[in-house]
Structures are given as structure tokens and as C-alpha cells.
Nanobody, 124 residues
Framework: QVQLVESGGGLVQAGGSLRLSCAAS????????VGWFRQAPGKEREFVAA????????YYADSVKGRFTISRDSAMKTVYLQMNSLNSEDAALYYC?????????????????WGQGTQVTVSS
């Protein structure tokens, strides 16, 4: 069983940065791949970034590539999403998720555990 709690969201000006955190409980969290997804009002939930636990490969949506970075702390208990050069298209509710596998991580169907989300608002 894994529980995920996101934090770090808030209001930021366009062009600014935020770092989201996802704190995990569960002794075997190090053996889970992790992902970030987001959902804007009136839109479907979309993939943002993922980190595979076996291969340590990172994956990014084209819309955030070069601006966002997913990482994991050395204790493997917290996952981060560093977001730079934010724009209005990035405003959404951001979710952290955990998956036992390490493939197809861009699909939300792969994830068994989800956090409650943290809101990111970008002002122009």
C-alpha cells in the first residue's frame, strides 16, 4: 500500500517557477515508478512526466520537455517536479501517481496509487 501527498502548488507569474513535491509512505516505495499528471478545468487528465524505478529513465510530455524536471530524493521517499518557464497552459491540478511497472508510464492506466492533487495557477 502506498499513500501519496502532493504539495508545492500555488500562484505564480508567467515565466516563473515552482517545485512540486510528492511525499510517499510505504516501505517499498523505492520499487515504484512515479509519474505526474495534470488536469485543467474542462479537459482530460494528461501525462506530464514519469520516472521508471528499474531503468531510471525519465519521460516527459512534449509540452513540458526542456522546462520540467522529475526527480527523486536519495531516500526514495519524495518525488519532485521542478517546473520552470511556466505559462498559462500549465495551470492545472497536478497529481502524483505510483506504478509497480516501468513501461507505458505515459498512460494513467498503469498507475495504482494517486495523490489528491495540488493546484497550480499561472497569472499573466
Amino acid at each position: 500500500q502506498v499513500q501519496l501527498v502532493e504539495s508545492g502548488g500555488g500562484l505564480v507569474q508567467a515565466g516563473g517557477s515552482l517545485r512540486l513535491s510528492c511525499a510517499a509512505s510505504g516501505r517499498t516505495f523505492s520499487r515504484y515508478s512515479v509519474g505526474w499528471f495534470r488536469q485543467a478545468p474542462g479537459k482530460e487528465r494528461e501525462f506530464v512526466a514519469a520516472l521508471a524505478w528499474v531503468t531510471r529513465i525519465t519521460y516527459y510530455a512534449d509540452s513540458v520537455k526542456g522546462r520540467f524536471t522529475i526527480s527523486r530524493d536519495s531516500a526514495m521517499k519524495t518525488v519532485y517536479l521542478q517546473m520552470n518557464s511556466l505559462n498559462s497552459e500549465d495551470a492545472a491540478l497536478y497529481y502524483c501517481a505510483a506504478a509497480t511497472g516501468w513501461e507505458n508510464l505515459t498512460s494513467d492506466n498503469e498507475y495504482s496509487y494517486w495523490g489528491q492533487g495540488t493546484q497550480v495557477t499561472v497569472s499573466s
